[in-house]
């Protein structure tokens, strides 16, 4: 995921100029994550195409075959980098990001959460966004927390999440068991829709 560069952010990258995707986060598991890229690094050409813009980043994504290697330049740290990129269709990114009925993103619990909560065997799903107004925002669940039950039935991936969500009445409310990022404490939280 990722935003289009504004001239104060491109400053205190120490970049210049305000071409080029400024990488916001990498979702575990995708084609850019294993091609070892990092927030805060700022795309400059795909597959030797200047990017010119976020926008345009994404259309030159939307024209590459899945599965074709393509060769991405990022700036880093005041230093040009190439990474070769296998991207996935775009749907299947479309699938990832589209925030479920509790107005959730999840993702694979990332090393770094694991090492932010001194837990490598956590297990869970990853909070990578939080639509406004949804009922989880409602309930004070925020970006960075990993969801550890559903419904008291244990999530061990995006898969089992998915499941027991789908299968939850939003109307009742639906118990969650969250592992807080700011606390780093466990807590139960009830999600209820409209």
Do not use: C
């Not at 990258?13 to 805060?40: Q, R």
């Not at 949804?134 to 995006?158: T, Y």
């Amino acid at each position: 995921r990722g935003e289009q560069l504004s001239p104060e952010i491109a400053e205190q990258f120490g970049y210049k100029g305000t071409e080029g995707a400024l990488v916001n986060d990498v979702i575990p598991d995708t084609p850019a994550e294993k091609a070892g890229m990092k927030a805060g690094d700022i795309i400059t050409r795909w597959d030797e195409k200047k990017v010119k813009s976020f926008s345009h980043l994404r259309q030159l994504v939307a024209a590459t075959d899945p599965g074709e290697k393509v060769t991405v330049t990022v700036w880093r740290d005041g230093k040009q980098l190439e990474l070769q990129i296998k991207p996935a269709r775009l749907a299947d990114y479309e699938a990832a990001e589209a925030p479920g009925p509790l107005g959730l993103r999840v993702a694979p619990v990332s090393n770094e959460a694991r090492e932010h909560f001194g837990r490598s065997d956590l297990r869970g799903v990853l909070v990578v966004g939080v639509k406004e107004g949804s009922p989880a925002a409602r309930a004070g669940i925020e970006e960075g927390d990993v969801i550890l039950s559903v419904a008291r039935r244990p999530v061990r991936n995006v898969a089992d999440y998915k499941k027991v969500v789908a299968a939850a009445n939003l109307k009742d409310g639906v118990l969650l068991r969250v592992l807080d990022q700011r606390s780093g404490h466990a807590l139960f939280v009830v999600v209820r829709g409209k």
